[in-house]
């Protein structure tokens, strides 16, 4: 079956079953004429055979009646919102809404958007005990957070906690009703991008001791779980990796974070510090912790570029500004070491990286610029394949006589090859790629 329409016909009978659970709620709720005495009396749909993806979820997560209640309560507002209406009703004798409905509103969205008290309110009624283990359902060890299902959303940390917005994440509304399995979206909720290569390891030229350093890293991949449980190591260490990569650019930091990924066959997010900073203050906080929230339990590798301007020394309090930088690189500083996964920092100077990170990394991996063999290796390999060159070419000279990073290389033969192009010619000649090394030397600040 189509997987949309199965979802469509699964959750239609769900539908039907939440509307006929939030009606006896409300009519027992208000001592009413009810169908049934308690709301637990209504059976969910039998899912059984079913081959729906939300049938797939529920039975992934052997999911309860209250499971399965609080999730269609966080997806209906997404796919049928005039469910909730009946939660609009107004109290006379303060002409306002019901405080224990709970709810929120949106911007644009003209229904009723649930809280956790509304989860409350449906679940448990006004039994206290029952109320009690609905919070449950909430904490950070339960397979809506460890799944990246459901999320609870505060404005002020000082309002109650069932005050939170109660939010669907993006990856299970899609799997919910189309079916898909995506990945998460880059944008402000998500600062970060999922980063690939077509690259192979034999691609990669670095120092043999850059190559043990990143066998360390794949070892603890592979090996990290058994150590910490098998080897009886967790009270003697935490979870996780952390990585510093540093050197000149160019001379394969990104390349490396993507090739670990790669054969780990885990996603690499490189992580936009443009969208992460902002000078307002508890804002880069937040969207810090947007992504470390959505990575915790997955099989990601967060990749933080041009680290210093996240992770940068800490200075002496002389005002409110520097207190607050502070604040931020010891916040950071937590939740990377707090991290279950792998985290890799990259930056140009390690110099800039303050001291307090260094000495939580596992390993700090130097990338040098590469020597004469390495560059020859690199010039070769990006040629490889098609590229053509004219008679008069003479990579070993090359090689022997410019300090280049792979990175400029890989420039260097972009601009001779476009150079070649413009002037109808079929191949790459010696002048062209001198042009492109005097190019890249400028750059670098170097007079050519």
Same mark, same amino acid.
């Given at each position: 079956?189509?997987?949309?329409?199965?979802?469509?016909?699964? *959750?239609?009978?769900?539908?039907?079953?939440?509307?006929?659970?939030?009606?006896?709620?409300?009519?027992?709720?208000?001592?009413?004429?009810?169908? $049934?005495?308690?709301?637990?009396?209504?059976?969910?749909?039998?899912?059984?055979?079913?081959?729906?993806?939300?049938?797939?979820?529920?039975?992934?997560?052997?999911?309860?009646?209250? !499971?399965?209640?609080?999730?269609?309560?966080?997806?209906?507002?997404?796919?049928?919102?005039?469910?909730?209406?009946?939660?609009?009703?107004?109290?006379?004798?303060?002409?306002?809404?019901?405080?224990?409905?709970?709810?929120?509103?949106?911007?644009?969205?003209?229904?009723?958007?649930?809280?956790?008290?509304?989860?409350?309110?449906?679940?448990?009624?006004?039994?206290?005990?029952?109320?009690?283990?609905?919070?449950?359902?909430?904490?950070?060890?339960?397979?809506?957070?460890?799944?990246?299902?459901?999320? $609870?959303?505060? +404005?002020?940390?000082?309002?109650?906690?069932?005050?939170?917005?109660?939010?669907?994440?993006?990856?299970? *509304?899609?799997?919910?009703?189309?079916?898909?399995?995506?990945? /998460?979206?880059?944008?402000?909720?998500?600062?970060?991008?999922?980063?690939?290569?077509?690259?192979?390891?034999?691609?990669?030229?670095?120092?043999?001791?850059?190559?043990?350093?990143?066998?360390?890293?794949?070892?603890?991949?592979?090996? %990290?779980?058994?150590?910490?449980?098998?080897?009886?190591?967790?009270?003697?260490?935490?979870?996780?990796?952390?990585?510093?990569?540093? %050197? /000149?650019?160019?001379?394969?930091?990104?390349?490396?974070?993507?090739?670990?990924?790669?054969?780990?066959?885990?996603?690499?997010?490189?992580?936009?510090?443009?969208?992460?900073?902002?000078?307002?203050?508890? !804002?880069?906080?937040?969207?810090?912790?947007?992504?470390?929230?959505?990575?915790?339990?997955?099989?990601?590798?967060?990749?933080?570029? !041009?680290?210093?301007?996240?992770?940068?020394?800490?200075?002496?309090?002389?005002?409110?500004?520097?207190?607050?930088?502070?604040?931020? $690189?010891?916040?950071?500083?937590?939740?990377?070491?707090?991290?279950?996964?792998?985290?890799?920092?990259?930056?140009?100077?390690?110099?800039?990286?303050?001291?307090?990170? +260094?000495?939580?990394?596992?390993?700090?991996?130097?990338? /040098?610029?590469?020597?004469?063999?390495?560059?020859?290796?690199?010039?070769?390999?990006?040629?490889?394949?098609?590229?053509?060159?004219?008679?008069?070419?003479?990579?070993?000279?090359? +090689?022997?006589?410019?300090?280049?990073?792979?990175?400029?290389?890989?420039? $260097?033969?972009?601009?001779?090859?476009?150079?070649?192009?413009?002037?109808?010619?079929?191949?790459?000649?010696?002048?062209?790629?001198?042009? %492109?090394?005097?190019?890249?030397?400028?750059?670098?600040?170097?007079?050519?």
């Amino acid at each position: 079956m189509d997987p949309v329409h199965a979802n469509a016909v699964t *959750l239609a009978a769900e539908l039907d079953w939440f509307e006929r659970v939030l009606e006896a709620r409300i009519a027992l709720h208000f001592e009413q004429p009810a169908a $049934v005495a308690d709301i637990h009396d209504l059976t969910p749909p039998d899912l059984t055979g079913d081959p729906s993806e939300y049938a797939a979820v529920v039975h992934e997560q052997a999911m309860g009646f209250d !499971e399965r209640l609080l999730l269609m309560l966080a997806l209906v507002p997404h796919i049928r919102p005039q469910v909730l209406d009946l939660l609009y009703v107004r109290n006379r004798n303060l002409d306002r809404g019901f405080t224990e409905f709970g709810g929120w509103k949106g911007k644009s969205h003209g229904g009723f958007l649930p809280t956790c008290e509304t989860a409350a309110f449906l679940i448990a009624g006004e039994d206290l005990r029952a109320r009690f283990e609905v919070m449950k359902l909430f904490e950070e060890d339960h397979y809506f957070r460890t799944r990246d299902m459901l999320r $609870v959303e505060h +404005a002020d940390g000082e309002e109650p906690f069932f005050s939170g917005a109660l939010r669907l994440t993006v990856e299970a *509304l899609h799997r919910l009703t189309s079916g898909d399995r995506r990945k /998460p979206d880059y944008g402000v909720a998500f600062p970060a991008k999922r980063i690939t290569t077509r690259l192979e390891w034999d691609d990669l030229v670095v120092a043999h001791e850059v190559q043990d350093e990143i066998g360390a890293i794949n070892a603890w991949i592979r090996h %990290g779980p058994a150590l910490l449980d098998e080897w009886g190591l967790a009270k003697s260490i935490k979870p996780g990796y952390r990585s510093l990569f540093y %050197g /000149p650019p160019g001379t394969g930091k990104t390349l490396t974070a993507t090739l670990i990924g790669k054969q780990a066959a885990a996603d690499v997010y490189r992580i936009d510090l443009s969208m992460v900073v902002s000078k307002y203050i508890g !804002e880069t906080e937040k969207n810090l912790a947007n992504v470390f929230d959505q990575a915790q339990n997955r099989h990601w590798i967060l990749f933080f570029d !041009e680290a210093d301007a996240l992770f940068g020394k800490r200075t002496e309090t002389s005002s409110s500004n520097d207190r607050h930088a502070n604040q931020e $690189v010891s916040y950071l500083l937590q939740r990377v070491e707090d991290f279950p996964g792998v985290v890799i920092l990259a930056t140009n100077l390690k110099a800039n990286i303050d001291e307090a990170f +260094a000495r939580r990394f596992q390993s700090l991996v130097y990338f /040098p610029m590469p020597d004469a063999d390495q560059r020859l290796r690199l010039w070769k390999g990006m040629v490889e394949g098609g590229c053509r060159l004219a008679d008069d070419v003479d990579l070993a000279m090359l +090689a022997q006589d410019h300090e280049l990073s792979g990175g400029a290389i890989a420039n $260097v033969i972009r601009h001779a090859a476009l150079c070649a192009l413009r002037t109808d010619r079929d191949a790459i000649a010696q002048a062209d790629l001198l042009q %492109g090394i005097r190019k890249e030397l400028i750059k670098d600040g170097w007079t050519a």
